[in-house]
């Protein structure tokens, strides 16, 4: 029972992280209709640009912030410089211009940082834990629930919030109200770079920091993505718990460690065959 | 009597496709103008083309002093231009009440705001009963409802309606007419009235312009053009 109750918490701690990135990945797919491959590789930069600052000699809630805010803006910055000079490009120019962007990434950051793996420090204390979490579990648990909890509060309260949800479905009609679309568009694209940012400097203490750290990371965060509905925000965020637990008991009792990254995928395409709009997802009905 | 927006040898062309050449139009400040014309005779492409939405404008456009001609959209609609465009763009997946505040989006003084969703229910009843629901759920009509009074909290000083009546039952319309000449009387809100049911336009509006395969054929008082033999036959059907 203490096994199978570990199993569960830690799968939803990392559902966390998998709801983060599929929140990141739905954000811009509402306002775009692309997914970002490159979302996982802008979370591990960010992360590697949080550990750099640490071992300069900062203190980690300072090189966290720093981490983010520069998430915040390569994102926007990457909406700025490439995609949106895409924006009338046919779907498959915009899917090698996201692949690219993964590659380019990458590759710098194995320039930059080297490919080899390092440790990665948790900011929570060791206190924390018990028999069932670590004490970087439940911290990385309350820490991506707080922020989706902002992000949601965010886009249902604020008239910023609004203006983006609006321009996100109707951009023509939001720039008639006098919606400046392109300008939320930006900052759409630097909150995903925050919510990805958090979401990998998270994740590092687990899975290690490496250039390909996000991989199989951003893998289940599609999953949770398709399998809450990709375009329902908080049914994606929910997909990640659920696909966190999945994720965990499965590895545990049914497939084993080697096999687990296989899941997400059969999550994938048995969510695609038997209800692509996702569990949560609504199929937008309209009146005319 | 001053125009509030002015036309001058406006042409517009989607692409490669001239849509208007050399269209002449004044909309006068208080007052409600149509614009009649067929269908395809470029009389949606005129409101984009003083929005600059979607197509290549030449020629001038001044509002209230202001040759807006090659601004963004969002900078002529701050300027008080509020477009009920063909199709009503309405925020389907948001609340009705959220579609009101997208389009109170540009204000800052959130008491006025308030009042102003209270005015314009008082417009539309139906909204309010209606606020808390999809607004994707609607009918038509008061899809259209929706749209009027979303454009109404821009506080405009111009409204530019592209057929409000477009696929609507009769009964709808006339109520929706009913309460555009209201708000125009009550607001002094300007108006610059696309339809193609020229008989309903031609009784709201005071002036009235006819645009034939993108270009202004004739204009004059709304009276003065119910009169005439040609448009009688041609778009009054009498």
Excluded at chain 1, 189 to 202: E, K, N, T, Y
Aim: charge should be positive.
């Amino acid at each position: 029972m203490v096994a199978f109750l570990h199993q569960l918490l830690s799968g939803l701690a990392n559902g966390g992280i998998y709801a983060s990135v599929a929140l990141a990945l739905v954000m811009i797919f509402q306002s775009t209709h692309h997914i970002n491959f490159a979302q996982g590789e802008q979370g591990m930069f960010s992360a590697y640009v949080a550990l750099t600052l640490i071992q300069a000699g900062l203190p980690y809630w300072a090189a966290f912030l720093a981490a983010v805010a520069f998430g915040f803006l390569s994102g926007a910055a990457i909406e700025r410089l490439v995609i949106r000079r895409f924006a009338h490009a046919p779907v498959l120019t915009v899917v090698v211009v996201f692949l690219g962007l993964l590659f380019i990434i990458n590759s710098l950051a194995g320039w930059l940082f080297t490919y080899n793996v390092q440790a990665f420090p948790s900011p929570f204390p060791p206190g924390l834990g018990n028999r069932y979490l670590s004490s970087h579990e439940i911290g990385m648990m309350a820490l991506t629930l707080a922020m989706l909890g902002l992000i949601y509060g965010f886009f249902r309260f604020t008239s910023v919030g609004l203006a983006m949800r609006a321009a996100a479905q109707n951009p023509e009609s939001s720039r008639l109200a006098g919606i400046r679309v392109n300008r939320l568009l930006t900052l759409g694209w630097g909150l995903a770079g925050v919510v990805g940012a958090v979401a990998a400097i998270m994740a590092a203490p687990i899975v290690y920091i490496e250039p390909n750290m996000m991989s199989g990371i951003l893998l289940y965060g599609f999953a949770a993505a398709l399998l809450g509905g990709i375009a329902n925000p908080w049914g994606a965020a929910a997909g990640g718990f659920i696909v966190g637990v999945v994720e965990n008991l499965a590895g545990a009792y049914v497939v084993g460690t080697e096999l687990k990254l296989s899941v997400a995928l059969v999550i994938i395409i048995v969510v695609l065959i038997l209800r692509p709009a996702g569990l949560f997802g609504r199929a937008v009905t309209s009146r005319v | 009597m001053t125009a509030l927006l002015e036309l001058r040898d406006v042409g517009a062309r989607y692409g490669a496709v001239d849509v208007l050449h050399g269209v002449d139009l004044d909309v006068v400040a208080g007052g409600v103008t149509a614009l009649l014309g067929a269908n395809g005779a470029g009389k949606t492409t005129l409101l984009r083309a003083v929005c600059n939405m979607r197509v290549r404008g030449s020629g001038s456009i001044v509002f209230d002093g202001q040759h807006v001609g090659k601004w963004p959209t969002e900078d002529i609609v701050r300027l008080g231009i509020a477009h009920v465009p063909d199709g009503r763009g309405t925020f389907v997946q948001l609340t009705v009440a959220e579609n009101l505040a997208v389009g109170a989006h540009t204000r800052r003084d959130k008491a006025g705001v308030a009042r102003d969703v209270e005015r314009v229910y008082g417009y539309f009843p139906r909204l309010k009963e209606r606020a808390g629901q999809q607004a994707g759920t609607l009918s038509g009509g008061e899809q259209q409802m929706l749209a009027i009074a979303r454009a109404l909290m821009l506080k405009p000083r111009l409204l530019l309606l592209d057929e409000p009546s477009f696929g609507l039952a009769p009964v709808v319309v006339r109520e929706i007419f009913r309460i555009l000449s209201r708000i125009n009387r009550d607001e002094g809100v300007s108006i610059l009235l696309v339809e193609q049911n020229a008989n309903l336009a031609l009784d709201v509006a005071d002036h009235a312009y006819l645009l034939e395969t993108g270009r202004m054929v004739m204009n004059g008082p709304a009276a003065t053009l119910r009169a005439d033999e040609s448009i009688r036959r041609s778009y009054l059907g009498y």
